[in-house]
Antibody, heavy 121, light 110 residues
Framework: QLQLQESGPGLVKPSETLSLTCTVS??????????WGWIRQSPGKGPEWIAS???????SNNPSLRRRVSISVDTSKNQFSLTLSSVTAADTAVYYC?????????????WGQGTMVTVSP | QSVLTQSPSVSAAPGQKVTISCSGS????????VSWYQQLPGTAPKLLIY???VRPSGIPDRFSGSKSGTSATLGITGLQTGDEADYYC???????????FGGGTKLTVL
């Protein structure tokens, strides 16, 4: 059974860079049928897609965050990672990693449990 | 403000049926696949419906999806207290070049 697990610091200072890693187990990140994505959710709001990466390294980013976002994949470790630069309090959210189905864009069929990230001095 | 619009809340009694709507536009719902997610309190979203009306393995047939024009609908029959959750729609928006979600509908089973 596919499992995804987020890891990274829970507290980041304003103007600094947020870095998260997602470790995939029970399946290969080199699947031709899937992207691997990051989604965040602020309290009381709907999910917001951040970015997705293919096993080849090809990326797809949300235009609203593109200038601050970098996403990468490490197939040897079955991991993918997110960096978000110049964070502010508005970036405080639960961050999820998820498997992004290539055929049906906008479909995430397996999610990690999420990790809370707080931006505060 | 979400690209996809959902009513904030809906309620119904156990055993009844409820529908949750998701309104979009020609650049998203009308010409792309719609998915639906269930988020129980304190947990990650879970995929309920993809490709407008297809249930993943393990999802009961009490859950159904449909799409017409720029709107999509999630239907839940035989409501149970365990169905109390937030429900989100999602799709691709070709104008924005982004995967997008609705703002969510909170289902209360009275």
């Amino acid at each position: 059974q596919l499992q995804l697990q987020e890891s990274g610091p829970g507290l980041v200072k304003p103007s600094e860079t947020l870095s998260l890693t997602c470790t995939v187990s029970g399946g290969s990140i080199s699947s031709v049928d899937h992207y691997w994505g990051w989604i965040r959710q602020s309290p009381g709001k709907g999910p917001e897609w951040i970015a997705s990466v293919y096993y080849t390294g090809a990326t797809s980013n949300n235009p609203s965050l593109r200038r601050r976002v970098s996403i990468s994949v490490d197939t040897s470790k079955n991991q993918f990672s997110l960096t978000l630069s110049s964070v502010t309090a508005a970036d405080t959210a639960v961050y999820y990693c998820a498997r992004d189905v290539f055929t049906w864009l906008g479909t995430f069929d397996s999610w990690g449990q999420g990790t809370m990230v707080t931006v505060s001095p | 403000q979400s690209v996809l619009t959902q009513s904030p809340s809906v309620s119904a009694a156990p055993g009844q049926k409820v529908t949750i709507s998701c309104s979009g536009s020609g650049s998203n719902i009308e010409n792309n696949y719609v998915s639906w997610y269930q988020q129980l309190p304190g947990t990650a979203p879970k995929l309920l419906i993809y490709d407008n009306n297809v249930r993943p393995s393990g999802i009961p047939d009490r859950f159904s999806g449909s799409k017409s024009g720029t709107s999509a609908t999630l239907g839940i029959t035989g409501l149970q207290t365990g169905d109390e959750a937030d429900y989100y729609c999602g799709t691709w928006d070709s104008r924005l070049g982004a995967r997008v979600f609705g703002g969510g509908t909170k289902l209360t089973v009275l």
